[in-house]
């Protein structure tokens, strides 16, 4: 069995800043649990543009608001509280930070190894070692 506290992740390794996002990654690949689990921040007003090329994700907003904008349909939705997205077909999006910063539930299919930032494309780079 794995407790895992955000509060004992904070300032840690596990914790992997970037450009308009915060991560902390409670479960990593070499936690053998098959995923990755994390939780975001996303700052009010932020814009990443994201394309997850290598890896499947769901993510359940629990605090805040924003957008996400699906850049093969044009469509755009809205996110807060209570709402779950899944990009179930490694799709390229625009997540935008609404007026409150968002705090977001996420799970990575296949497990990020959890230094990953994102790359020119918004993606992060497969890892294809053993755990």
Known sequence: ???????????????????????????????????SFHETIIPAGAELNLWYKNHLEAVYCVAGNGTIHDKKTGETH??????????DKNDPHTLRGGTEDMRLICA???????R????????YTLDTSDI
Not at 116 to 123: K, L, N, S
């Open 78 to 87: 809205e996110i807060s509280d209570g709402t779950l997205y899944a990009l």
């Open 1 to 35: 069995m794995k407790i895992v506290r955000v509060e004992d992740i904070i300032g840690t390794d596990r914790e992997v800043t970037g450009p308009g996002w915060t991560s902390r990654r409670m479960l990593l690949k070499k936690d053998g649990m098959g995923f």
């Open 108 to 114: 990575f299919n296949p497990p990020v190894t959890g």
């Open 116 to 123: 990953e930032v994102h790359d020119e494309d918004g993606a």
